[in-house]
C-alpha cells in the first residue's frame, strides 16, 4: 500500500492550489483521510480531515479558504486550497486510516508529502 500526493508548487499570495492524494495497493477499506502539513521549524499538524462517510473538520487557520473532498471509489482524497497566505507554506502531507487486504486491524499510512510555497 502506498499513499502520494501530487500537485504542490509555487503561488503568490491570494492564489489557488489543488492537491491530490492517491491510494494504491492491495486495500481493504478506508476511514477517515487527513490532510497534514509542517513548516519549516515547526511540528507537523492536522490541517483536514474527511470520513468515510463525507464529514470533514478543518484546523481554524485554514477553515473557510480550505476544502477537502474524496472519491471513495478511486481511493483519493483531494485539498482545495484559496486566499493562500505565506504562512500556508508548508510540507502538505497526505494520511489514511486503511485496512489493507488480509490485515485484523487499520492502520496509519502516509504518503511521502509535497511542498507548498505561498510567495511573492
Known amino acids: 500500500v502506498q499513499l502520494v500526493e501530487s500537485g504542490g508548487g509555487l503561488v503568490q499570495p491570494g492564489g489557488s492550489l489543488t492537491l491530490s492524494c492517491a491510494a494504491s495497493?492491495?486495500?481493504?477499506?478506508?476511514?477517515?483521510m487527513y490532510w497534514y502539513r509542517q513548516a519549516p521549524g515547526k511540528e507537523r499538524e492536522v490541517v483536514a480531515v474527511?470520513?468515510?462517510?463525507?464529514?470533514?473538520n478543518y484546523s481554524e487557520s485554514v477553515k473557510g479558504r480550505f476544502t477537502i473532498s474524496r472519491d471513495n471509489a478511486g481511493n483519493t482524497v483531494s485539498l482545495q486550497m484559496n486566499s493562500l497566505k505565506p504562512e500556508d507554506t508548508a510540507v502538505y502531507y497526505c494520511?489514511?486510516?486503511?485496512?489493507?487486504?488480509?490485515?485484523?486491524?487499520?492502520?496509519?499510512?502516509w504518503g511521502p508529502g509535497t511542498q507548498v510555497t505561498v510567495s511573492s
Open positions: 494520511n489514511a486510516d486503511l485496512l489493507e487486504d488480509g490485515a485484523y486491524d487499520y492502520d496509519d499510512y
Open positions: 474527511i470520513t468515510s462517510g463525507g464529514i470533514t
Open positions: 495497493g492491495s486495500i481493504f477499506a478506508i476511514n477517515a
